[in-house]
């Protein structure tokens, strides 16, 4: 029985659903006879004994102005520094060093929402010459120089990357702020991070709706000055160049239309990709954790680059004639590390789609990969589900054929995997099933799919070079292999680790160090293991099966979110005293929120589960909805006062047995709540 702290809480890894443990399924012969990674002496070669020095490998990958000096340099631990000492460019590795043998091959397609606009495919030199332009207008422009952070609230579209590897070659910071995310959001993190300019567009097609974007920036411009932020420049991408499709006018000397300034004077600039250190930062993602606050993680320059590139081609196995499309979107780490910064290492050819792959029919993603001869396919067990659920038999109508498809951020249950190999990759595509996070850069806990079978439900081993441990509650190694479940922690860095959240050391030693350190003055990293958040378990032969979460976070259609942030929001409503968000499991998104809140005294409880919904959704965005707003007498709380989640997602999952309500103060509560959410009233909106 969970006793004081844990028994208020209910961890995703509390409520998550275990499936039995799945056979392996091989890969073609033909898969591993082609494979990148064939070589299984990876594993020795990069064991824990020769620890940092294999990394070099990973370096290797990459074009340097000047040759590094040192691998690792733990003497900010455990902010770690890769590669440092020698300088770089991410900007010139994604693209300058293309195009001397492939200037005419396809870094992206385009493929807008609406099913009659054409596919539009530009190449590494036309991405090249527009990212040069646009780094020439921020720098020249808007003032932007080396160091400064730039944020971006874009949607998918080829601009998105530009934006991006532009602030890169000038050796700014970007911030990319998920498309879908509020204002509220937007702005708060243009105020954490001191962002002066902001990188938008006027619209963009999203089931089948074309969506007035640009307002969101003169919101986000207004809740920016409410907390003492000025933002200088609005820099506005159309969706359609040379047609401006927003009803929010254009502010003067404020924003500006990016594609007339190029036109009049930025189309033909050049700036040379400016000298980074290894270890110099090249972005800001921003992801939830246990507080109220997002907080930014910190990446650098060599080694995440390194990282991204170095799975891209040995895990996710590309190769330069390869069609690569991952259909998550570039707001979030996925879309940063496989399809900007991994692929363009690579020089790969990729897929950025604008819209939601259900539209206008579950057919879609099959028509696209079919006519674009996609042959490497990534994405998540949510669109997989959605994707089954509303058109199971659609794969089959098509001829695509992928060689290897990747998912990622949600365990994918064996079922949902089964549809997925057999009839999206016709049984003969590999699977593979990607565990890491934000934090971690890129993949970490995958099987090698050359050299190892499949098993649905797995996430498989580490990858080389990776050596995670499960710890049990007080530190102690939950042993190898012996199917037990503990906290999911990293002996050992690797170069795609966050190197920090920016402006807050402290933070980031107390969320992912503080628990198992040895040591806080210690520079040595074995003192140091990084605890991920996840409960985890190990299977005898070394496969790895991802519980959850073990924070206040939950996991919704693999998409981070604080329940701390939802329940600011909603104590934002009149009349809402108290509010509790727990996870509730989901047949297609894994996880939902729900939402319980109580009222202040003789307040009319009509509208105020809609009025939740609503602030939860205008505060966060949409991806935060909850599924359903509970609005209930009394909330469960302990003697002294702490709100008891574990009864409520007990009960908003539907278990009879809702665990020890004896220390609670108001046993009572439980009752009527359950008769409330068991008994099918509606719940709210
Ligand atoms: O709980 C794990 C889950 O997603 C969390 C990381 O979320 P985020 O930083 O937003 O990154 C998502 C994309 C990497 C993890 O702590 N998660 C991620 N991948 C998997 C997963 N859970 C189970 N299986 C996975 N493959």
Redesign the pocket.
Known sequence: MATGEEAQRAS?ADIAVHWREEGYVWPPASFAAQANLQDRSVYDRMSLERFPDYFAEHAELLDWFSPYEAILDTSHAPEWRWFTGGSLNAAYNCLDRHLEGARNRVAFHFVPEPEDEPVVSVSYQQLWRRVNAFAALLRDYAGVQKGDRVTIHMPMTVELPVAMLACARLGAVHSVVFGGFSAQACADRMVDSQSHVLVTMDAYYRGGRLIDHKAKADETVALAREQGLEVRHVLVWQRHRGRYQSAAPLVPGRDALVEDLLASSFARSRVAPEPMRGEDPLFLMY?SGSTGKPKAIRHGTAGYLAWVAWTSRYIQDLRPDDVYWCMADIG???GHSYIVYGPLALGVTGVIYEGVPTHPDAGRPWRVAEALGVSVFHTSPTAIRQLRRDGPDEPQKYDHRFRIMT??????EPDVWRWYHGAVGKGQAVVV???????TGGWLITQAPGLMPMKPGS?GPALPGIHPVILDEEGREVPAGSGRAGNLCLRAPWPGIAQGIWGDRERFIATYFAKYNRDPESKDWRDWPYM???GAMQAADGYYR?L??IDDVI?VA???LGTKELESAALKVEGVAEAAVVAALDSVKGRVPEVFVSLEPGFDGSGVAAAVRDAVTREIGPIARPRAVWVVPDLPKTRSGKIMRRILAAIANGREDVGDVTSLANPEAVDAIRALVQGGAAGGA
């Open positions: 995703e992801t979030w780490i996925t998912t990622v951020g949600e365990p994918i099933d990607t565990w890491w996070q934000t934090e996430a991920a958040g996840d991802i959850g979460r996991n693999g998409h981070r």
